[in-house]
């Protein structure tokens, strides 16, 4: 597909048909990521997939609201037929910024965030945006969202590390052809960018 109409196309989506995606698929989705951008090459970004309905069901189960899982509206996501849970590994960051072609001033915590955002949360930012768009140029939906609950336990079920740190997950399959958008529009390009002055 061409790239402009990947980023024009791309939606989140919030329904899924059954059809389960093949292994080469995935492979060809996940390929993608490790050409993400990395602060100082770093690559400090890791991709848990769940393709077993045993572990999407305990990822769910783990990390949802009750009621929200009880719902109907939940089976929409839940249906997904793979889950992926991007991952990033601060100690990759700290051990990288402390190797010999980095700068000592460089080597310090202060230095791997800007403004409260670190390195690792941007650049696993940037590498779930490439699953993203590659699902969409495979002809794929994916849907990015938040999990606030029971994160501790979530890394202890699937044997993650405790210092991975996450920012959601991605839930990834056939669109059924009835998405759910919100009645929000894309703002015009007037309305977000603003040349040499904000003004
Ligand atoms: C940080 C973040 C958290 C999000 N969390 C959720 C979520 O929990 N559930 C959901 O349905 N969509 C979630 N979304 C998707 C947004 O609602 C979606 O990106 C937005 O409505 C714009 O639509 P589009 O991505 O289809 O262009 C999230 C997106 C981001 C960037």
Same mark, same amino acid.
């Given at each position: 597909?061409?790239?402009?109409?990947?980023?024009?196309?791309?939606?989140?989506?919030?329904?899924?048909?059954?059809?389960?995606?093949?292994?080469?698929?995935?492979?060809?989705?996940?390929?993608?990521?490790?050409?993400?951008?990395?602060?100082?090459?770093?690559?400090?970004?890791?991709?848990?997939?769940?393709?077993?309905?045993?572990?999407? %069901?305990?990822?769910?189960?783990?990390?949802?609201?009750?009621?929200?899982?009880?719902?109907?509206?939940?089976?929409?996501?839940?249906?997904?037929?793979?889950?992926?849970?991007?991952?990033?590994?601060?100690?990759?960051?700290?051990?990288?910024?402390?190797?010999?072609?980095?700068?000592?001033?460089?080597?310090?915590?202060? %230095?791997?965030?800007?403004?409260?955002?670190?390195?690792?949360?941007?650049?696993?930012? %940037?590498?779930?945006?490439?699953?993203?768009?590659?699902?969409?140029?495979?002809?794929?939906?994916?849907? %990015?969202?938040?999990?606030?609950?029971?994160?501790?336990?979530?890394?202890?079920?699937?044997?993650?590390?405790?210092?991975?740190?996450?920012?959601?997950?991605?839930?990834?399959?056939?669109?059924?052809?009835?998405?759910?958008?919100?009645?929000?529009?894309?703002?015009?390009?007037?309305?977000?960018?603003?040349?040499?002055?904000?003004?």
């Amino acid at each position: 597909m061409e790239f402009d109409e990947v980023v024009r196309n791309r939606r989140m989506s919030r329904d899924f048909n059954d059809t389960l995606i093949s292994h080469a698929l995935i492979d060809e989705l996940l390929d993608a990521v490790r050409y993400s951008p990395s602060a100082g090459f770093t690559q400090g970004f890791r991709f848990l997939v769940l393709t077993e309905e045993n572990a999407r %069901f305990s990822f769910f189960k783990i990390t949802s609201d009750e009621l929200w899982l009880e719902s109907s509206d939940s089976k929409m996501i839940t249906n997904a037929p793979v889950i992926i849970i991007p991952f990033c590994l601060k100690s990759e960051y700290i051990n990288r910024y402390s190797q010999t072609d980095k700068l000592i001033s460089h080597n310090n915590e202060n %230095f791997m965030e800007v403004q409260g955002t670190a390195f690792w949360i941007t650049d696993l930012s %940037f590498a779930t945006m490439i699953l993203l768009l590659n699902a969409e140029n495979l002809g794929l939906g994916a849907l %990015f969202f938040a999990i606030h609950n029971n994160l501790d336990k979530l890394k202890s079920h699937f044997n993650i590390d405790g210092d991975a740190d996450l920012i959601g997950a991605v839930a990834v399959g056939y669109k059924s052809g009835v998405n759910r958008q919100t009645a929000r529009t894309k703002l015009k390009k007037s309305e977000i960018i603003k040349f040499n002055s904000w003004n």
